[in-house]
């Protein structure tokens, strides 16, 4: 038996919609056989892991804090792939503007206005663009795989936060933890709803998420991303710069994380730290595909990708397993999500030998 | 003191180069895996495990070259098969294989393990310096000379390693002379991870001999860029790896001395060389273009 591909004579708009459903659908069939090798009942640790955290309304909101760095993100990222170019660095670009973005309430603890907040989110997207501006100036000036750039500066960023809360920004009267001080009030991003912790990160990320969309849809901007994303010549010959585009792609994406990273530290964490993120930048990557890259799509997957993290943390405390566990389905899920993807533009034939059959439309 | 430094750079350089040889071969067939991260994190957990399992690290090697290639053939089947997108199904590989070592390998963190053990070469091993330096090596580095002299061999002077540069150079063409494509990208595939599975493997067993959660650090990634900076050419890997490597023990040492500088700057060193490396290797487009295989990371699906 082989496996043959036929081209659909148009794109599969059916599949389209349903490949990420099957891919969710597959990924916790496999995540139920997960579960029985690891000696657990797959029935009740598949609740466990992805409808318990649905039924309280804290935990409810613990899934906007985790959604809101996933999609904010995850959106700029689609803009980057849609238009061929492979920013994996956005965890870097989350860090620097985590950094950039704690500048003043570190060094100004006593600067009380309601100035500081705004002011922080525009420095954190600043510094989450212009890191990302490193490698687009590495591929436009010289040639640069932008794949490998982004990916080293990743590394690079958390050595300098890791330098940053050890040394010269740690908090003196912090019993020699490895942290800043708390960040005055006014330097706190706020909750959107009395209810729990869910704070504005999430608008935020609801906004660029439709903001995207509306730009991707409507305007000649998008039409210019996926021109130049399908076919560099063709874009062209229309009058696009493939140049400019990187430029284009690559600071939209880098400003989002950044905003990500001062959300999350300013409204959730409340300090700098060493960690401050459970590898959202990457995680970001399996929502931008799992959403199609598409910027609403993102916002369902980047919901999913949410309750990935919390189940895990929830499966810890209730059946016992490794939270690592969330990580092996968010690997799974990117990797069904890609297979699923091939029935959007082929028709799959298994072929035995001798006889030809068709199998799945 | 300049012996026991020279040693250590082996040590650093060995797991870059075998890793890079086989993305190299994978990648001169015009295929772009970027799973190498995952694949050799993989191979260094399977070779934990099977060491601790068994006793023998040898054995232990061997579990991580088929830990690797079978973890390849995951991405073998999703990009060649299912013609996927490369990038994509790369950055898939690595983030599953950093889950699921970590998965297994949770019950082996802080067990002492066990290291391979150098096999000394009788009387070449006697010769001052160079002796000690290249004839009382562990297994792992024997295997990464032999890999550039075999693979420089292969590419170059056989027929399959022409067929081989063929595909990665224009796989249509090379489909219509009746080379078997798609085969012929598996078995590269699954060399590039059966290498890096033997490279995380040297992590786990011989540079390391322990099990840390992400121990393989980005060297995947390093070895990835490696290739650029060799331009595809298998000596160039090995010269690439070993200045990897003196850059990586250089300030390892250097924070030993704590000279001053934050270790964190010393620690950035490797990633900040690489992003360097890159910039002097890719800054001429036409050296780039000519050395590129010209098939690299597009899909192919044979029309019947």
């Known amino acids: 038996m082989r496996i043959e591909l036929q081209k659909r004579a148009r794109v599969s708009t059916l599949f389209s919609v349903l490949s990420p459903l099957l891919a969710l659908v597959l990924t916790l069939i496999g995540g139920a056989i997960l579960f029985w090798a690891l000696g657990k009942n797959p029935g009740s640790a598949l609740y466990s892991f992805f409808i318990e955290p649905l039924l309280e309304v804290w935990s409810l909101h613990e899934l906007a804090v985790k959604a809101a760095p996933l999609i904010l993100i995850a959106v700029g990222l689609s803009i980057c792939y849609r238009s061929n170019n492979w920013n994996i660095g956005a965890e870097g670009q989350f860090t620097i503007g985590a950094i950039t973005g704690s500048i003043l309430p570190v060094l100004y603890p006593e600067w009380h206005s309601p100035m500081i907040l705004p002011l922080m989110l525009l420095m954190g997207i600043a510094g989450g663009a212009l890191y990302a501006g490193i490698p687009a100036l590495l591929k436009t000036r010289f040639n640069t795989n932008e794949i490998l750039t982004s990916l080293m500066l990743v590394y690079i960023a958390q050595l300098f936060l890791d330098w940053l809360v050890r040394g010269p920004w740690r908090d003196p009267q912090g019993y020699n933890f490895p942290q800043t001080k708390s960040f005055q009030i006014e330097a706190v991003l706020p909750e959107m709803l009395a209810s729990g912790r869910a704070h504005w990160g999430f608008a935020f990320a609801i906004i660029a998420a439709v903001a995207l969309w509306f730009m991707m849809r409507f305007m000649l901007k998008g039409f210019e991303v996926q021109v130049l994303g399908q076919s560099e010549r063709a874009g062209r010959f229309a009058g696009f710069s493939a140049r400019r585009m990187v430029w284009f792609s690559m600071l939209v994406s880098g400003g989002l994380a950044g905003l990500a990273g001062i959300s999350e530290v300013s409204g959730s964490i409340g300090h700098v730290q060493p960690s401050i993120s459970p590898g959202y930048g990457f995680t970001a990557i399996i929502v931008a595909f799992l959403g199609r890259l598409n910027p609403l799509g993102i916002i369902a997957s980047g919901l999913v990708l949410a309750l990935t993290y919390l189940g895990g943390e929830a499966a810890q405390l209730s059946i016992g397993i490794s939270d690592k566990v969330s990580r092996v389905f968010q690997g799974l899920l990117l990797f069904f999500v890609l297979s699923c993807d091939t029935l959007i533009h082929y028709r799959i034939r298994l072929i035995f030998a001798g006889s030809q059959a068709e199998a799945k439309g | ?304």
Request: aromatic share 10%.
């Open chain 2, 1 to 304: 003191m300049f012996e026991a430094i020279l040693l250590t750079v082996i040590t650093a350089a060995t797991p870059l180069v075998i890793a890079a040889l086989g993305e190299l071969v994978t990648e001169r067939a015009g295929v772009l895996n970027l799973g190498v991260e995952g694949m050799m994190i993989m191979g260094a957990v399977c070779a934990f495990a099977a060491t601790q399992m068994t006793g023998s690290p040898y054995i232990g090697i061997v579990a991580g070259i088929v830990g690797g290639g079978l973890f390849s053939l995951l991405f073998g089947f999703l990009t060649l098969t299912l013609v996927a997108n490369q990038v994509a199904t790369g950055l898939a590989l690595t983030i599953l294989g950093l889950g699921i070592s970590g998965q297994l390998g949770e019950s082996f963190v802080g067990q002492p393990g066990i290291k391979l053990q150098p096999i000394v070469i009788p009387l070449l091993s006697d010769i001052p310096f160079f002796g000690r330096v290249l004839f009382a090596q562990d297994l792992t580095f024997y295997l990464s000379i032999a890999l550039v002299i075999g693979i420089n061999w292969f590419l170059f002077k056989s027929r399959r390693g022409l067929k081989l540069r063929a595909i990665g150079d224009n796989h249509g063409s090379a489909h219509a002379l009746g080379i078997n494509v798609i085969r012929t990208r598996y078995l590269a595939v699954l060399f590039g991870g059966a290498c890096a599975g033997l490279a995380g493997a040297q992590l786990s067993l011989v540079y390391t001999p322990q099990w840390v959660e992400n121990m393989s650090a980005g060297r995947g990634w390093i070895a990835l860029a490696l290739v650029v900076f060799a331009s595809w050419r298998p000596w160039r890997v090995l010269a690439g790896g070993y200045l990897f490597g003196a850059v990586t023990i250089g300030q390892l040492h250097a924070q030993a001395f704590g000279i001053g500088i934050p270790s964190q700057v010393l620690s950035a060193l490797p990633y900040v060389a690489t992003i360097v490396v890159l910039i002097i290797i890719s800054h001429n487009r036409r050296t780039t273009l000519i050395n590129t295989p010209a098939s690299l990371g597009k899909a192919f699906v044979p029309d019947r």
